[in-house]
């Protein structure tokens, strides 16, 4: 096809709004801002992708690590101590409590409902006699560490909508994460790191329900906002090593090379995302050199190790992965999350629960402690599916 021919075929209704997504955007943003800035004095954004003008104030916190424990955890098996169930055991449960509306596809054929206390003992520890089941015992040693909320809930039922809006703030996926929005507004703090970690980990008890990687993705927000997964298998990032026969020198030509190419692109079309990817292939270069540097646990000391439990050398694992957070905190990583999945027990959750707490409590109370003892901790929400 002649190239003429072909330029003219790519002006249509989605090209047109596609090469003025950035000034729509800008006017949009400037009005939802009250920006008093003539259009001419269009935003500008740090090279590490702050917004101009943010934070609104000094923070008093530096980073954000959070621990979702995906599946739904028991609460009352694990930090909310009702002992009112002991007293009604085995009486029905009133559909005030538990209606008709909120029965899923695995109970609506279920005859009775029957109340059941919990088969752990609970006690109190900390200052604020915080309760605490006997699944946690290290947890409940930093109990005046952390902050325990019963009042959190959703209208969804179901575990992915409910997921979803504990990432997202909507049950309807399409929205930006939460860490998406945090690199959006205050950009990141480092230039060899993203501002922005994801990892993952398999539970003991099963594999539960799935994890995708909208949860930490960026939607309609450039994608250089998105969160990066470390894998839990492998290498932590995929070739962050140079492949046989390829040297740093040669790394860095090909790039060069790569991004004049994209800049031409860029300049003729007007795609944000063009410049988005000579953005994050630059990052991965950097990654280069940070990530390795970053996950040799060499140079931590025995009772560092000892501390988090005897998973903390074993990458893919929640120890491994509290360490991970600990020194990607350091760094500068702004947004850390773990996800760590396997807490959807329906049945067999006697042993089940046990298993997942076992992967979780030691090394949770060892990152508050870690972060305190070096001078880097605030109050720490365990943070939990329901």
């Known amino acids: 096809m002649d190239p003429r021919a072909e330029h003219q075929l790519l002006i249509n209704r989605r090209h047109f709004f596609g090469r003025s997504s950035a000034g729509i955007g800008s006017l949009a943003l400037a009005s939802l801002l009250n920006d008093s800035r003539p259009a001419s004095a269009a935003p500008h954004r740090n090279g590490i992708g702050g917004m101009p003008g943010l934070p609104h104030f000094a923070p008093k916190a530096k980073r954000v690590i959070y621990l979702f424990q995906s599946g739904g955890p028991s609460q009352l098996d694990l930090f909310d101590y009702k002992p009112e ?19 899923t596809t695995m109970t609506v054929g279920q005859k009775s409902f029957k109340t059941a206390s919990s088969l752990f003992r609970f006690t109190q520890h900390g200052q604020g006699g915080t309760y605490f089941s006997e699944l946690l015992p290290n947890l409940a040693g930093v109990a005046d560490d952390l902050c325990v909320i019963k009042s959190m809930h959703t209208d969804a039922i179901n575990h992915d909508p409910t997921i979803t809006f504990y990432q997202t703030g909507s049950t309807i996926p399409g929205r930006p ?34 994890l995708y990687d909208r949860l930490w993705g960026s939607r309609f927000l450039p994608a250089r906002y998105q969160g990066v997964k470390f894998r839990n298998q492998g290498n932590p990032v995929l070739d962050v090593y140079n492949p046989p026969g390829v ?30 990817r000579i953005t994050q292939y630059e990052l991965a270069y950097r990654m280069q050199s940070s990530v390795p540097e970053l996950t040799d646990l060499a140079s931590e ?11 903390a050398q074993n990458p893919g694992r929640y120890a491994y992965n509290c360490l991970l957070a600990r020194r990607l905190a350091e760094r500068g990583v702004r947004f850390i999350q773990l996800f ?5 027990q329906h049945g067999g959750l006697p042993q089940q629960i046990r298993a997942q ?3 979780t409590d030691q090394p949770t109370a060892a990152l508050i402690q870690d972060l305190k003892q070096r001078g880097d901790a605030g109050r720490h929400p365990h943070y939990l599916e329901r």
């Open 85 to 103: 169930l002991q007293k009604q055991f085995g009486k029905e449960v009133p559909k005030s409590v538990y209606p008709d509306d909120r029965k």
């Open 177 to 210: 994460s939460i860490g998406s929005w945090m690199t959006y507004g205050l950009g990141a703090e480092i230039a060899n790191l993203s501002g922005f970690v994801a990892m993952t980990s398999r539970g003991s008890a099963k594999n539960g329900q799935p």
């Open 247 to 276: 040297d740093d020198g040669t790394r860095r030509a090909m790039l060069e090379s790569l991004a004049k190419l994209n800049r031409i692109k860029h300049k003729e079309f007007g795609d944000p995302a063009i410049q988005t």
């Open 301 to 311: 000391p025995k009772h560092i190790l000892k501390m988090y439990g005897k998973d």
């Open 340 to 344: 760590h999945m396997g807490w959807d």
């Open 357 to 359: 707490c076992g992967d």
